[in-house]
C-alpha cells in the first residue's frame, strides 16, 4: 500500500476559510468573463472578440478595396493568435458583425449565406467569405498603431494586439450590445449615426447642454429592423439613469384587396412590413397561426408571408365580417409583434462595469477621442520634429559642399569622418550620420529642390501640430469636423418611429416634445393606464395607416400657383399670360408645373415641412385655402407657410438652404427628406421669437445672397467650409453679424450671370450685378450695396432678379400689389440709392418685392 503523503509537515498547505476562498475564487472567475468576454469596453464600444476579428483582418489586409477571403481563414487567425476558444464562439460573432438585421452598422462585409431574420442558420465558415466594411476601416482601424492605444501581449506572449482600437465613433451606441456576464448583464440599444454626431458636438461646443436638448438631438433607439417606439417615459427613463424598457412594436396597416377564387370580393388585410428588433419572422408567424388554432385570436382568414429582396411583407387576410383594426391590437398584446426591449447601458470603464447614462456614454468616448487625438499629434509632431532636424543637416552639408567633400576625402574611415562633420559644421550626431549615408544624386539641384520644398512642408505641418496640441479651441474644431465627416460618409435616414398612442377613441400619432426625426418621426407616447378597469378602456385605439387606392394622376401640365396670403390655384394648362399678375390683392409668390413630380410641399415658419395632397386640389384654377390640405395640428394653429417646393427626383444632388428672420442659416441635405408623412418633418429649429422666411434648392457650387435691413449684402459659396450639411434639428449658423435695429430682409440662391433686385421701403429700387458683391466668409459683415437718400429709409427685400421680359410683384403696407417690369429698373453698381419706383401713396411703404423666376422651370 502506498504510503499516505504528509503535506501538513512540509508547509505546503496553507489553511484557509472555505467562504473566504469560496469568495476570493469566484470574484477572480466572475472578473476575468466580465472584462474578457462579456462585456463592452466604453472606449471602442467592441468586446474582446470583437475587437480580435477586427485587429486580424487588418493584420490580413482585408480592407474593402480588396477580394472577400473565406472566413475560415480569419477565424484561424483569432484563434491561433488572440482569442484561445472555441471556433464556433469565434464565428458566431463575425456572423452577427455581418448581418444587417442585427447591427444597426454592420462592420464587417460579407459574401455568402450568413443567416436571416427568420433564423435560418448560416452556412459553414468554409463556404462564406468576409472583409472589413468601410466603416469599420474608417473608423475605427485608420488610426491604429502604439502611437495611438496601447498594445498587450497575447495569451502566449508571441505577438501584442491592441487593448483598445482608436475609435472615431461611438459604435456602443451606433451598433449596441448584449451580453450576460457572471451576475451583470448589458443590453445597449442601436442609434442612429446622424443624431449621435449631433450630440456630440453639441456637448462639445456646450458640456453642461440639459438633458432635455440632448434627448432632442438623440430622441431614442434606432433599431436595424425598423419598428416603432410607444413610449417616451421608458427613453426618459433609459438615458436618465442607464436602465429601463423600451416598447417596441412592428409596423402595420390595413389594407383592402381582393380575395376568393375569382377575385370578386373585398376584404381588409393586415400588412405587416416591420417587426420588433430580434424577433423572429418564421416563429412570429408561427406564433399568430397556434393563436388562431387555438381560437384566441379570431377573424383570421389566412397569412402567409410575402417577403422577397425588397423587404418584408406578412399578409394576415382577415374574414369578412371582421374588424381588422381589433385584430391588429390582439396582434399587439397577445404576440411579439409588440414587445418590450430592456434597456441596460453596462459597459467596462477602466476594466470596471459601471452603469452609465447617455450622455455618461458620450462624455466617456469624448474623452478617449481627445486621448487618442493627442496621442496621435504628439507622434506626428515627434516625427516631423526629427525629420526637420535631419533635413536642416543635409541641407547645411549642401550649403557647405566644399568643406563636406572636403571632410570626406581626408577622413581616414567614417568615425573620424562623423566626428570632422559635427565640429566644423556644427551637426548632431544624428545629423552627421544622415549626411554620411547620403547618396550622390542628392547633390543634384533637382534634389536640393526637393529638401528646400520638404522643409517647408514640415515646418508648416509642425506649425499646425503644435497649434492643435497648444489651442483647445482648434483642437475642437478638427474634433468636430472629423465627426460631421463621417456623418456625411455613414450618416443615413432614422428607421424605427417613435409615436404617441393614446386609450380608446384618442389613437393618434403626435409630435409631442420631441420634434420628428428622419423618415420615421417621434413624439410623445402616452400608454393606457394599467389595471382592472373595463375591457373597452384598456384596449389600445391605435393610429393605423392605411393604404388608400391611389387617385388618378394629375395631368403634367398642371400648374400649381401659391398666393401670398395662402391661397392655392390648380390650373389644367399653363395661364396663358407669361406675366405673374396679382389675384386681386393678392399677389402670386409660387407658380411651377407639376411636370409628373408628386411631393409638393409647404413650410411653416416655425420650420416644419407638410406634404400637400394636390390631388384633393379642384383643378378650377380659382383659389382655395392652402390650409386646409394641411394636418388638422397645423389648421388648428393657423400657422402661416413661408416657403414651397417639389421634392427633387434626385435627392442626393441637391440641399436645402434654410434663413431665419434673425440670421440663422443652415443646409439641409434633401434626402433628410425620406419619406414625407402627414406629421411632418422639422427642417429647422428655431429659437423663440424667431421664424423661417426663406427657402431654396441647391447643389454643390452654387452661391447665395442674404440682405440685411441696413443695405449689406453677404454672399456665400454653398460648400462644406461655409455651409456644412446639418441634421434636422440643428439651428444652424449665424450667417451675417447684425446691428442694432437691423434684421435679415431677404435671401437668394444664385445663379450665374444674374441681377440681384433692391427694393426700399420709401420706395428706391436698382438691379446690381453679382460681381458688384464681394464674396465673402460666414459671420462676416458682407458688402454695403445700397445708399439711403432719406433718412428712416431701410432695405424692404432682396430677390433674384428675372429677365428683362418678366416683372416683379411689389406690395406695400395698404397691401397693394404693384407689378413692376424689370426692364423699368436700372441696372446700378454697389454706390447710388437706386430709382424711384411708381409714386406711394401717403404713409404707404414697400413690405417686400415677390419675384418668382426661379420657381417656373
Not at 484563434?79 to 458566431?92: E, I, M, N, R, T
Not at 475605427?140 to 475609435?167: C, K, R
Not at 413661408?642 to 439641409?668: C, H, T, W
Request: glycine share 8%; aromatic share 4%; proline share 5%.
Amino acid at each position: 500500500m502506498a504510503k499516505q503523503l504528509n503535506l501538513l509537515e512540509t508547509g505546503q498547505i496553507i489553511p484557509t476559510a472555505l467562504h473566504t476562498e469560496m469568495e476570493r475564487s469566484y470574484l477572480e472567475y466572475a472578473m476575468s468573463v466580465i472584462v474578457g468576454r462579456a462585456l463592452p469596453d466604453v472606449r471602442d464600444g467592441l468586446k474582446p472578440v470583437h475587437r480580435r476579428i477586427l485587429y486580424a483582418m487588418h493584420e490580413l489586409g482585408l480592407t474593402p478595396d480588396r477580394p472577400y477571403r473565406k472566413c475560415a481563414r480569419v477565424v484561424g487567425d483569432v484563434l491561433g493568435k488572440y482569442h484561445p476558444h472555441g471556433d464556433q464562439a469565434v464565428y458566431d460573432a463575425l456572423v452577427r458583425m455581418v448581418q444587417e438585421f442585427s447591427s444597426r452598422y454592420p462592420l464587417l462585409s460579407g459574401h455568402g449565406n450568413f443567416g436571416s431574420v427568420d433564423n435560418d442558420p448560416p452556412a459553414a465558415m468554409r463556404y462564406t467569405e468576409t472583409r472589413l466594411a468601410a466603416i469599420a476601416q474608417d473608423a475605427m482601424l485608420t488610426e491604429i498603431g502604439e502611437a495611438t492605444v496601447d498594445y498587450a501581449s497575447n495569451f502566449d506572449n508571441s505577438q501584442q494586439e491592441p487593448v483598445v482600437l482608436p475609435a472615431q465613433l461611438p459604435l456602443l451606441l451606433l451598433n449596441g450590445c448584449a451580453g450576460i456576464a457572471v451576475g451583470m448583464a448589458t443590453n445597449i440599444p442601436p442609434h442612429n449615426l446622424g443624431e449621435i454626431v449631433d450630440g456630440l458636438i453639441a456637448l462639445i461646443d456646450k458640456p453642461d447642454l440639459a438633458d432635455e436638448k440632448l434627448w432632442e438631438l438623440i430622441p431614442g433607439p434606432d433599431f436595424p429592423t425598423g419598428g416603432e417606439i410607444v413610449a417616451v417615459e421608458g427613453l426618459r427613463e433609459t438615458y436618465a439613469t442607464g436602465r429601463g424598457i423600451i416598447p417596441v412594436r412592428g409596423v402595420a396597416r390595413i389594407e383592402r384587396m381582393n380575395a376568393g377564387k375569382k377575385r370578386r370580393k373585398e376584404i381588409d388585410a393586415i400588412i405587416v412590413t416591420e417587426l420588433p428588433y430580434q424577433v423572429n419572422k418564421a416563429g412570429w408567424i408561427e406564433k399568430v397561426a397556434e393563436l388562431v388554432n387555438q381560437t384566441k385570436i379570431e377573424g383570421i382568414a389566412d397569412i402567409r408571408d410575402e417577403s422577397d429582396r425588397e423587404g418584408m411583407r406578412v399578409v394576415i387576410e382577415t374574414k369578412r365580417d371582421a374588424n381588422a383594426k381589433t385584430i391588429l391590437e390582439q396582434l399587439y398584446r397577445q404576440t411579439a409583434l409588440q414587445t418590450n426591449f430592456g434597456a441596460i447601458m453596462l459597459a467596462l470603464v477602466n476594466n470596471k462595469p459601471c452603469q452609465l447614462t447617455l450622455r455618461e456614454l458620450l462624455q466617456e468616448f469624448l474623452q478617449f477621442r481627445e486621448q487618442t487625438l493627442t496621442r496621435r499629434y504628439s507622434y506626428e509632431l515627434e516625427q516631423a520634429q526629427r525629420r526637420i532636424h535631419l533635413v536642416q543637416g543635409l541641407l547645411s552639408a549642401l550649403s557647405q559642399l566644399d568643406a563636406t567633400i572636403e571632410i570626406l576625402r581626408n577622413a581616414a574611415d567614417g568615425t573620424t569622418a562623423k566626428m570632422a562633420l559635427q565640429e566644423r559644421l556644427d551637426l548632431s550626431e544624428t545629423q552627421a550620420d544622415s549626411i554620411l549615408a547620403m547618396p550622390l544624386r542628392r547633390l543634384t539641384g533637382l534634389e536640393r529642390q526637393k529638401l528646400k520644398a520638404e522643409y517647408e512642408e514640415l515646418q508648416g505641418a509642425i506649425a499646425r501640430l503644435q497649434l492643435l496640441l497648444g489651442d483647445r479651441g482648434e483642437f475642437l474644431k478638427v474634433l468636430k469636423k472629423d465627426l460631421r465627416a463621417l456623418k456625411r460618409k455613414f450618416g443615413d435616414e432614422r428607421r424605427t418611429r417613435i409615436v404617441r398612442v393614446r386609450g380608446t377613441g384618442e389613437g393618434e400619432t403626435r409630435r409631442g416634445g420631441d420634434e420628428e426625426r428622419g423618415r420615421r418621426g417621434e413624439g410623445e407616447t402616452q400608454l393606457p393606464a394599467k389595471g382592472k378597469r373595463k375591457k373597452e378602456e384598456d384596449s389600445l385605439a391605435l393610429e393605423l395607416e392605411i393604404e388608400v387606392a391611389p387617385r388618378s394622376r394629375l395631368p403634367e401640365a398642371a400648374v400649381v400657383e401659391v398666393s401670398r396670403k395662402g391661397g392655392i390655384y390648380l390650373h389644367a394648362a399653363p395661364p396663358v399670360s407669361d406675366k405673374m399678375p396679382s389675384k386681386g390683392e393678392d399677389a402670386i409668390v409660387f407658380r411651377e408645373a407639376i411636370a409628373g413630380r408628386e411631393t409638393f410641399v409647404a413650410v411653416t415658419e416655425n420650420g416644419k415641412a407638410y406634404p400637400v395632397a394636390l390631388n384633393e386640389v379642384p383643378i378650377t384654377g380659382k383659389a382655395v385655402p392652402l390650409i386646409k390640405y394641411l394636418p388638422a395640428s397645423v389648421q388648428s394653429k393657423r400657422e402661416a407657410t413661408s416657403a414651397y417646393f417639389f421634392v427633387p427626383e434626385d435627392l442626393n444632388a441637391v440641399s436645402l438652404v434654410l434663413l431665419s428672420q434673425q440670421g440663422k442659416i443652415k443646409r439641409l441635405a434633401a434626402t433628410e427628406l425620406g419619406e414625407l408623412s402627414n406629421r411632418g418633418a422639422m427642417l429647422m429649429k428655431l429659437k423663440e421669437g424667431d421664424r423661417a422666411i426663406y427657402l431654396g434648392l441647391a447643389r454643390e457650387g452654387d452661391e447665395v445672397a442674404i440682405a440685411t435691413s441696413g443695405g449689406r449684402i453677404l454672399r456665400l459659396a454653398i460648400d462644406e467650409m461655409q455651409l456644412p450639411l446639418m441634421g434636422r434639428s440643428a439651428q444652424g449658423n449665424q450667417a451675417t453679424r447684425l446691428r442694432v435695429g437691423e434684421e435679415v430682409v431677404g435671401c437668394a440662391v444664385l445663379r450665374p450671370e444674374q441681377n440681384l433686385f433692391l427694393v426700399t421701403r420709401m420706395g428706391f429700387a436698382k438691379r446690381i450685378p453679382l460681381s458688384a458683391i464681394r464674396l465673402a466668409q460666414r459671420s462676416d459683415i458682407g458688402t454695403q450695396a445700397l445708399q439711403f437718400s432719406e433718412k428712416g429709409d431701410r432695405l424692404a427685400s432682396l430677390v433674384l432678379c428675372p429677365s428683362d421680359r418678366e416683372q416683379i410683384t411689389i406690395v406695400t403696407t395698404s397691401q397693394r400689389a404693384i407689378a413692376l417690369p424689370v426692364k423699368s429698373i436700372g441696372l446700378w453698381g454697389k454706390d447710388g440709392c437706386g430709382d424711384r419706383v411708381p409714386k406711394l401713396k401717403a404713409d404707404e411703404q414697400i413690405l417686400e418685392a415677390i419675384a418668382v423666376w426661379d420657381n417656373r422651370k
